[in-house]
């Protein structure tokens, strides 16, 4: 029945990292007002920091991000160097030297950077952030380039968590996506990372790849849980090979349809609830006993740039070339060309090039998409009432929803919307009917399942 309703409904909706969504941002937001909302923060503020390293060392076919193929460690390097000179900028223009509860290192590859810069790198942030004794260090990191070295230097820099790229086990799928990293492989960093302290580790899998099926993808869970990753994070393959070229290396004819997108979503979910997981909002699985799915049970779940969150900052900081920002005020994001990050950070110039600044309408509608993309349900009411508003201001909404109540999808009692258990799949949808900004532009987003 999902696959008749998957047909009914265009799926290709945002997956609400943010509201409003990144295609919104514009130039009205540069590193001179960037500055200014830096300048007016709390000090008491508490932050998060996010840095970008658009490395690796070879190209991922299925990859989505933004990242660069390097051989040489130079540009690695010299990049190393920019962005400990956007640390000094940062903590120049902020009101005191700021307190850090969580950092994440995103790519691209991390783990491109050798361990001494690790050090050089995490003392320098540590000299312009106070870390805090609980900080959540964390670095997303690529099994075949780690060493036992380096897993150790990672753990001597401080790092505590890890998200390792796995997507899938099998070998047929590991050719086609040009990512060959058996099982053995990363239970073996696996195990380092446990021998020298680093025990908080996530998975990243994949459904949706070349040559996968249902049953492949349970033998794929199967096989993670051996490894007994606290997360799971589950994503659907985005195939966007008009934007993202290197991915028509990927035939197309490999590529499960929908009908067998939806199988293999089912089938990964139900096994990860098998072996004692929580489903976590779209798509993300806890252990009970961790912080993600303690933080559910409690509706103190966050949605950031990141994915799903425990994280509770007001402010995160991006770093490094493409990152997104986080402030009170609104969005920013730094220039994604090396050249043009490098460039403005070497005269003392924040390298925004886009951004938004909230405006009230932003804040509501951002806080009713978070509850739900986090909860499954949200109180409308009670939202709006937070921001001096009523439910009655979204009766609109309320009727877009309607043809998904009557595909039994979403449950709406009085003005609280939540989402059935077949809904599940849907929770980008629900969320969407919240959206003044959606058919603003013409934007192509990949398949939701
Ligand atoms: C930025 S990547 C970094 C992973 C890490 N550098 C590695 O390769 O091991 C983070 C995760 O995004 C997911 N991802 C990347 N491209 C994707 C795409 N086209 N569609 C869906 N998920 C994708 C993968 O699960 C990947 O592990």
């Not at 950092?103 to 106070?130: V, Y």
């Not at 900052?313 to 402030?327: N, P, R």
């Amino acid at each position: 029945m999902t696959v008749d309703l998957a047909a009914k409904y265009d799926l290709r909706v945002p997956r609400y990292t943010s509201y409003p969504t990144a295609p919104h941002f514009d130039e009205s937001v540069d590193g001179d007002v960037y500055r200014g909302w830096l300048a007016d923060l709390d000090p008491a503020t508490e932050l998060s920091l996010y840095s970008h390293i658009p490395f690796c060392d070879e190209m991922c076919w299925f990859c989505g991000c933004y990242t660069k193929i390097v051989k040489r460690y130079e540009p690695v390097a010299e990049y190393l160097e920019t962005l400990l000179q956007e640390i000094d900028l940062l903590a120049g223009a902020l009101p005191g030297r700021l307190a850090a509860r969580h950092l994440h290192w995103g790519g691209g590859s991390p783990t491109m950077l050798t361990g001494d810069d690790w050090l050089r790198l995490i003392d320098r942030l540590r000299a312009a952030f106070r870390f805090t004794d609980d900080a959540e260090v964390a670095v997303e990191l690529d099994p075949r380039t780690a060493t036992e070295d380096y897993v150790r230097a990672l753990a001597r820099a401080g790092v505590n968590r890890t998200s390792i790229g796995q997507q899938d086990f099998h070998p047929e799928t590991q050719r086609a996506i040009n990512r060959i990293q058996p099982f053995e492989m990363t239970e073996q960093v696996v195990g380092w990372m446990r021998a020298h302290g680093i025990s908080a580790l996530n998975m990243d899998l994949m459904y949706g790849l070349p040559y996968q099926t249902a049953d492949r993808v349970r033998e794929m869970v199967d096989l993670t849980v051996r490894l007994k990753p606290r997360r799971v994070a589950l994503f659907g393959y985005a195939h966007v090979p008009w934007m993202k070229t290197h991915q028509k290396m990927i035939p197309e004819e490999t590529l499960p349809d929908t009908a067998e997108r939806w199988a293999q979503v089912d089938a990964a979910s139900e096994r990860l609830v098998a072996h004692g997981y929580v489903a976590v909002g779209l798509d993300h699985f806890a252990l009970p006993e961790d912080e993600l799915a303690v933080a559910l049970g409690e509706g103190r779940l966050h949605r950031n740039f990141q994915g799903y969150t425990t994280d509770t900052a007001q402010v995160m900081l991006g770093l490094g070339a493409s990152a997104i920002g986080q402030l009170p005020q609104g969005y920013a994001q730094n220039a994604s060309p090396l050249k043009a990050h490098r460039e403005s950070v070497a005269d003392g110039r924040f390298p925004i090039t886009r951004g938004l600044a909230l405006s009230e309408e932003d804040r509501v509608r951002g806080a009713i998409i978070e509850r739900l993309m986090c909860d499954l349900r949200v109180d409308v009411a009670a939202v709006a009432t937070r921001h001096g508003r009523s439910a009655d201001d979204f009766a609109e909404e309320f009727d877009k929803l309607e043809p998904l109540v009557a595909d039994g999808l979403v449950a709406i009692d009085g003005a609280t919307v939540a989402m059935t258990p077949a809904g599940r799949p849907f929770l980008r949808l629900a969320a969407a009917a919240f959206d003044a900004y959606l058919n603003r532009g013409a934007k192509r987003y990949s398949k939701a399942v």
